[in-house]
Nanobody
């Protein structure tokens, strides 16, 4: 089993920055890919970013603005979000799964994710 605890959300003005954190615990923490999805009100959950096996993958909507990185020694993954826009407003969920990172951005992949955090709310004001 793997447990994920995500944090770091908050209210920020457009153009600002936030860093989300996710702490993983469990004996498989070092062997899975870890990443982030988000869900805006009345919208389907969507892929944001993932890291694992030495590779990273980003949604086109966040490329160049968001950076995902991992501290394997601490079983932590972070999402640095810069140049935030109002359309980035959503609940952000940490996720972990053994699937390759190249799969995470495929349509509705969230349906196959094995482990989820409870989510942290990011609100970007205009």
């Amino acid at each position: 089993q793997l447990q994920l605890v995500d944090s770091g959300g908050g209210l920020v003005q457009a153009g600002g920055s936030l860093r989300l954190s996710c702490a993983a615990s469990g004996r498989t923490a070092s062997t899975v890919a870890m990443g982030w999805f988000r869900q805006a009100p009345e919208q389907e959950r969507e892929f944001v970013a993932v890291t694992g096996g030495g590779s990273t993958n980003y949604a086109n909507s966040v490329k160049g603005r968001f950076t995902i990185f991992r501290d394997s020694a601490k079983s932590m993954v972070y999402l640095q979000m810069n140049s935030l826009k109002p359309e980035d407003t959503a609940v952000y969920y940490c996720a972990a799964d053994q699937s390759p990172t190249s799969s995470w951005g495929t349509s509705r992949f969230y349906r196959f994710i094995d482990y989820w955090g409870k989510g942290t709310l990011v609100t970007v004001s205009s």
